[in-house]
């Protein structure tokens, strides 16, 4: 996994399950995947120890790791819940 960039939450965000990572305005999120396909909205990164996905646009940037963007295919598998 690469950690592509790290940036500030833009206000509190609450994900509709447990796919989903929550953070509050403010806080360090860092990216790890920006998916592609049905979900080109969606980010994947964690917030402390959690990890999930978020919308990309509550997401200011503030530091890019890697140069390589890693851009995952999705399809409905990779969106459930255990």
Do not use: Q
């Not at 592509?4 to 806080?27: H, L, S, T």
């Not at 996905?53 to 890693?70: A, G, R």
């Amino acid at each position: 996994t690469v950690l592509m960039c790290r940036g500030k939450a833009m206000r509190d965000f609450k994900g509709p399950d447990c796919r989903f990572v929550n953070f509050k305005k403010g806080e360090a999120v860092y990216v790890y995947y920006k998916l592609i396909g049905k979900s080109t909205e969606l980010w994947a990164g964690s917030v402390g120890s959690d990890f999930g996905y978020f919308p990309k646009d509550l997401l200011e940037i503030n530091h890019n790791y890697s140069n390589e963007e890693l851009e995952l295919p999705t399809d409905e598998t990779d969106f459930v819940c255990f």
